[in-house]
């Protein structure tokens, strides 16, 4: 069978990669078209486009990139009435996922229409939760609490679980020995993970406060090596502001390396998302840290009720990782916590307690969540054909 997958982001390519995977083993024949990045393409799918043109955030950032956006909505469109794949799978990105799917509903393919990671209504605009039905006919989610939210919509929910907990956990031991050797980073050196984002407008943000908290590190502690695990879309522009601050740090690409860099890591400084569940799930202390820029931190106070930003913090329902966002996010507040994770003071024993119940949530080592995921599109497809 023919799968058209759209990933708009880093997040949703990984995951799109290990779906493929997943697919494949249980349909060997399958074909995949549509639109990702380097993991889904390293899986076999030729991208229409550049997932970097889809991967912006904020209010403010999106207006300017409106119209391009809407071109790629239309030449998407017009690629899947090329493919005539057997299901459309939308992964994450529900404001560009949204528009493909309101198209394809009105040309009445009579093909499935499948969504991979529930929008966050829980968070802000609860009423998506009361249309989605009507435009998609299967959502799988991450978390085993959000199917409530749109079962009483007559929309058919699923929890698989977040694809965290296997994207991270292979074969450690053999990792930890050669990924220090390929980067020539001694082994008696603690490594440090500095985590910027995906995105260019987090990159710019919050690199240059990072890279004064390795400076500051550097003079502080002897013992540590610094290593950033970056993606495609924005390795150049990290390369380029690592290499004029004259720091010496391993920059690393690829969801391999990526890897490596978890399992050899004992604390880390990252941009809020899906990387704080990451490390929670590999155990690594860490601090997150954000800013946005004025008219989006406005826009987020007025219209997004939540008490935490971080996923890790949401799913428990109460603070393990200290969030510094906006003005609070600063270099010497960082290095603050950055010490008590180092000298293991009670911070780092709340956050280890913390870290087993995420995984415990998050069902880790049951099925794998992309292998739940590809029987569930399996089966809505077979039942179609």
Same mark, same amino acid.
């Given at each position: 069978?023919?799968?058209?997958?759209?990933?708009?982001?880093?997040?949703?390519?990984?995951?799109?990669?290990?779906?493929?995977?997943?697919?494949? /083993?249980?349909?060997?024949?399958?074909?995949?078209?549509?639109?990702?990045?380097?993991?889904?393409?390293?899986?076999?799918?030729?991208?229409?486009?550049?997932?970097?043109?889809?991967?912006?955030?904020?209010?403010?950032? =999106?207006?300017?990139?409106?119209?391009?956006?809407?071109?790629?909505?239309?030449?998407?469109?017009?690629?899947?009435?090329?493919?005539?794949?057997?299901? &459309?799978?939308?992964?994450?990105?529900?404001?560009?996922?949204?528009?493909?799917?309101?198209?394809?509903?009105?040309?009445?393919?009579?093909?499935?229409?499948?969504?991979? =990671?529930?929008?966050? =209504?829980?968070?802000?605009?609860?009423?998506?939760?009361?249309?989605?039905?009507?435009?998609?006919?299967?959502?799988?989610?991450?978390?085993?609490?959000?199917? /409530?939210?749109?079962?009483?919509?007559?929309?058919?929910?699923?929890?698989?679980?977040?694809?965290?907990?296997?994207?991270?956990? =292979?074969?450690?031991?053999?990792?930890?020995?050669?990924?220090?050797?390929?980067?020539?980073?001694?082994?008696?050196?603690?490594?440090?993970?500095?985590?910027?984002?995906?995105?260019?407008?987090?990159?710019?943000?919050?690199?240059?406060?990072?890279?004064?908290?390795?400076?500051?590190?550097?003079?502080?502690?002897?013992?540590?090596?610094?290593?950033?695990?970056?993606?495609?879309? &924005?390795?150049?522009?990290?390369?380029?502001?690592?290499?004029?601050?004259?720091?010496?740090?391993?920059?690393?690409?690829?969801?391999?390396?990526?890897?490596?860099?978890?399992?050899?890591?004992?604390?880390?400084?990252?941009?809020?998302?899906?990387?704080?569940?990451?490390?929670?799930?590999?155990?690594?202390?860490?601090?997150?840290?954000?800013?946005?820029?004025?008219?989006?931190?406005?826009?987020?106070?007025?219209?997004?009720?939540?008490?935490?930003?971080?996923?890790?913090?949401?799913?428990?329902? /109460?603070?393990?990782?200290?969030?510094?966002?906006?003005?609070?996010?600063?270099?010497?507040?960082?290095?603050?916590?950055?010490?008590?994770?180092?000298?293991?003071?009670?911070?780092?024993?709340?956050?280890?307690?913390?870290?087993?119940?995420? /995984?415990?949530?998050?069902?880790?080592?049951?099925?794998?969540?992309?292998?739940?995921?590809?029987?569930?599109?399996?089966?809505?497809?077979?039942?179609?054909?």
């Amino acid at each position: 069978m023919k799968y058209y997958l759209i990933a708009g982001e880093p997040s949703g390519d990984a995951l799109g990669g290990r779906l493929m995977d997943a697919i494949r /083993r249980k349909d060997k024949k399958a074909e995949f078209f549509g639109i990702g990045g380097d993991s889904m393409q390293a899986h076999g799918l030729k991208s229409l486009f550049n997932i970097s043109e889809l991967a912006v955030m904020g209010f403010a950032e =999106v207006l300017p990139s409106i119209p391009r956006i809407l071109r790629r909505i239309r030449e998407t469109m017009q690629n899947i009435a090329e493919v005539k794949p057997d299901a &459309v799978i939308t992964i994450d990105s529900w404001s560009f996922s949204a528009r493909i799917h309101k198209k394809l509903r009105r040309l009445n393919l009579h093909i499935p229409q499948i969504h991979y =990671v529930a929008p966050q =209504v829980w968070a802000w605009k609860k009423k998506r939760a009361r249309t989605m039905y009507k435009y998609i006919d299967l959502l799988l989610t991450l978390f085993p609490n959000e199917p /409530r939210y749109f079962t009483p919509y007559h929309l058919h929910s699923e929890f698989v679980g977040h694809p965290v907990i296997e994207s991270l956990i =292979v074969n450690a031991s053999q990792e930890k020995n050669t990924f220090r050797k390929e980067h020539k980073i001694p082994a008696k050196k603690r490594i440090m993970l500095v985590l910027p984002g995906s995105r260019h407008n987090e990159v710019e943000r919050l690199l240059p406060d990072f890279l004064q908290v390795v400076e500051k590190m550097q003079t502080k502690y002897k013992d540590f090596a610094f290593v950033i695990p970056t993606v495609s879309t &924005v390795a150049d522009r990290v390369k380029s502001m690592v290499s004029a601050a004259r720091l010496p740090i391993v920059v690393v690409e690829g969801e391999e390396e990526r890897r490596k860099a978890f399992q050899n890591a004992e604390v880390a400084i990252a941009a809020s998302g899906t990387v704080a569940l990451e490390l929670a799930i590999v155990g690594i202390p860490h601090i997150i840290a954000y800013k946005v820029p004025k008219l989006t931190e406005w826009l987020v106070r007025r219209f997004i009720h939540i008490q935490y930003v971080n996923l890790t913090n949401i799913l428990l329902g /109460r603070e393990i990782v200290p969030e510094l966002l906006q003005q609070d996010c600063t270099p010497d507040n960082i290095l603050n916590y950055v010490d008590q994770f180092v000298a293991r003071k009670d911070l780092y024993a709340h956050q280890m307690k913390g870290f087993a119940d995420v /995984r415990r949530v998050l069902g880790f080592g049951k099925q794998t969540p992309s292998d739940n995921a590809a029987a569930a599109i399996l089966k809505i497809v077979k039942t179609r054909r």
